[in-house]
């Protein structure tokens, strides 16, 4: 069963804009993973956060982790047609090392 | 560098077929996994292993079987093919088991059952 949720599933926006998605999940976890997936394409990790820590940056990647409210938002600011792909949350909680993927968001970019 | 390997790409079954597919990560990870992909159900996990010489079940092991060959390879056999396993396979490896570190992913096999 999934943990991690993404929302929306799928957003649309032009190049230049920047793109939020959202990440709730249910249970307490040790850390919090970004994967992005082009199309016919495996996962490609992005960024992870942990449990202890609240915001972390990779280029034009902003993670941000909220625990109180259990959920994490990823930002991708000043978007390109190439971030055109479907994004997921994994979490791993507990005593379980394998994370949780969430069903995804798809970004669409328009040039 | 090849990461991780996955063969074949595609494959199309008739129902009760079997066959094995085959995941190779140069990378000297100890952890591998197999998952499989389905429209709007994300990744669901069918089988890993922790480290060379165990394999442990996941979500979804019914109608699956592993080996973990070496420490490079790690294959999926279905040993009786359903339209249930249509889907897209993919293998990832991490560095090792309890780092909560991040997965690689091979490019995944494209499976029909037909």
């Known amino acids: 069963s999934q943990q991690g949720e993404e929302d929306p599933q799928a957003l649309s926006i032009q190049e230049g804009e920047n793109a939020t998605m959202n990440c709730s999940y249910k249970?307490?976890?040790?850390?919090l993973q970004w994967y992005r997936q082009n199309s016919g394409r495996g996962l490609v990790h992005l960024i992870l956060?942990?449990?202890?820590?609240r915001e972390k940056h990779s280029g034009r990647l902003r993670v941000t982790l909220d625990t109180s409210k259990k959920s994490s938002s990823l930002l991708i600011t000043a978007s390109r047609a190439a971030d055109t792909a479907s994004y997921f949350c994994?979490?791993?909680?507990?005593?379980?090392?394998?994370?949780?993927f969430g069903r995804g968001t798809s970004l669409i970019v328009h040039p | 560098n090849a990461g991780v390997t996955q063969t074949p790409k595609f494959q199309v079954l008739k129902t009760g077929q079997s066959m094995t597919l085959q995941c190779a990560q140069d990378?000297?990870?100890?952890?591998m996994y197999w998952y499989r992909q389905d429209p709007g159900m994300g990744l669901r996990l069918i089988y890993y292993?922790?480290?060379?010489?165990?394999?442990d079940k996941g979500e979804v092991p019914n109608g699956y079987n592993v080996s973990r060959l070496n420490k490079r390879e790690f294959s999926l056999r279905l040993e009786s093919a359903a339209p249930s396993q249509t889907s897209v396979y993919f293998c990832?490896?991490?560095?090792?088991?309890?780092?909560?570190?991040?997965?690689?992913f091979g490019p995944g096999t494209r499976l029909t059952v037909l």
């Open positions: 994994a979490t791993a909680s507990g005593g379980s090392y394998i994370p949780t």
């Open positions: 249970t307490s976890i040790n850390n």
């Open positions: 956060i942990r449990s202890n820590e």
């Open positions: 990378m000297n990870h100890n952890s």
């Open positions: 292993s922790a480290s060379e010489g165990t394999t």
């Open positions: 990832a490896t991490n560095l090792e088991w309890g780092l909560y570190d991040e997965q690689f």
